[in-house]
């Protein structure tokens, strides 16, 4: 298995490049390269802003821009953008944008660890109370200690950047959230700005400090260079989508299930392994309680027993709670950002409740369903006598076919006959 999974990552990255970007026209002025990041924050994220950051060094950038929303994401990735920007040769702006965006929960942390922080007009930043870590339930006291790392983590950022490090306590401690004009007055983010074009005139002339040297910035009439991930880059981050990573497993276990019933169908089997592999690709970066993995194999048991077991629809009830319950709990990210969305999750039990029961219902029609064919399918056909028929035995034409039969009775021939039941290659029939 982790053969196979290691192939599967093998064909999607090899040969990642550093974020693609076209080359900006030879200019005097400035370069500002300029990348843009929503969704959570998950290992492709960390990638992808690792590797812009050290193109942004390599091509001797005045600045690199990340237009940032986000509802959070994994503790581990978020670490790692972190301690890149901390070291960072360039100065790294964080713009939290467009309007109706945010950077909630590891959002804020990475706003903070940046030289310069910005927000557009209805946008939000906080949340940053760390949630089920791992992706499993946080003691009490395993809870507190993770809540005072964070608060620690995120005091150090603010105090080498000079922002409210007591909002940024509150943040964590209490969850608390502000919109772009309260963070602004809090000095919680260093502009507000519009857009791009008024943030890059706002940040002109400021000073930052970049490897424990003093560094003015000169962005006002600065070319604007974007900046995007490869397209292998952009596949795994969908493939690490929690809803994604979900609806392949299912789909991965549907496609195994199908070969396994229907041996020789090949293409189902196919398809359902690749769904499996790369939904086990994706498990292993994200936060999977197993509890909850082990609860949807369960319910997937319950479901194919109960197709071959008549249980009166216990077994299907304890598939589809076990379904559900393993769903809601498989991935628990931080504020629910790496989690399986309920619309999602509703869907799938829907449709599994579905395909079973149509299985199920199938296979109880098709057992009640009278044979049409062999021996069994003559029972009750109608036929007619070519002989005359009684105790000794005489010939008879039913289902397009000859047959020999006997009966209790005297019947004529030509009269028409049914038959009552098969004796070997003799039928036991009576007058229609």
């Given at each position: ?7 599967c990552a093998a064909v999607l990255l090899v040969g ?108 939000s930043i906080g949340a940053a109370t760390p949630v ?301």
């Open positions: 298995m982790r053969l196979a999974l290691s192939a990642t490049a550093p974020p693609a970007a076209k080359a900006p026209p030879t200019t005097d002025k400035p370069v500002v390269d300029v990348l843009t990041m929503d969704g959570a924050i998950q290992p492709i994220s960390a990638q992808i802003i690792v590797q812009a950051i050290g193109r942004s060094e390599r091509d001797k950038r005045e600045a690199l821009v990340i237009r940032l929303d986000t509802p959070g994401g994994l503790d581990t990735a978020m670490r790692d953008i972190i301690k890149r920007i901390l070291v960072s040769e360039v100065p790294v702006v964080v713009y939290v944008s467009p309007a109706g965006g945010r950077a909630a929960s590891a959002g804020t942390f990475i706003a903070y660890a940046a030289h310069v922080s910005a927000m557009s007009p209805g946008t089920n870590v791992g992706g499993g339930d946080t003691g009490k006291d395993l809870a507190r200690k993770v809540r005072n790392d964070a608060v620690s983590y995120i005091r150090s950022l603010a105090a080498q950047r000079g922002r409210n490090a007591d909002w940024a306590e509150k943040a964590v401690r209490e969850g608390g959230s502000l919109p772009e004009d309260e963070a602004l007055k809090l000095h919680v983010v260093d502009y507000v700005a519009r857009d791009l074009d008024e943030l890059l005139r706002r940040i002109d002339g400021k000073k930052v400090t970049i490897a424990g040297l003093t560094r003015t910035l000169h962005t006002k009439d600065a070319v604007v260079h974007e900046v995007s991930a490869t397209w292998r880059q952009k596949i795994l981050g969908r493939i690490l989508d929690p809803n994604i990573a979900y609806i392949l497993f299912i789909l991965g276990f549907y496609g195994i299930l199908f070969e396994l019933s229907n041996p020789g169908a090949i293409l189902p089997g196919i398809v359902g392994g690749i769904c499996l592999l790369l939904a086990f690709l994706a498990f292993q970066a994200l936060p999977v309680n197993l509890t909850g993995l082990f609860l949807i194999l369960f319910a997937m048991l319950l479901f194919v027993v109960d197709i071959k077991v008549q249980s009166h629809g216990l077994l299907a009830v304890g598939g589809i709670v076990s379904l559900v319950l393993g769903s809601l709990v498989l991935l628990s990210g931080d504020g629910g950002a790496m989690r399986v969305s309920l619309s999602v999750i509703v869907t799938v039990v829907i449709a599994t409740v579905l395909f079973f029961g149509f299985v199920v219902g199938a296979g109880f029609r098709a057992l009640r369903r009278k044979p049409v064919t062999g021996r069994e399918g003559l029972v009750g056909e109608r036929g007619v006598a070519l002989t005359e028929l009684g105790p000794r035995e005489g010939r008879i034409f039913v289902h397009g076919e000859y047959w020999v039969a006997e009966a209790d009775e005297r019947i004529e021939k030509g009269a028409p006959v049914v038959v009552d039941r098969v004796d070997g290659m003799r039928l036991r029939v009576r007058k229609a």
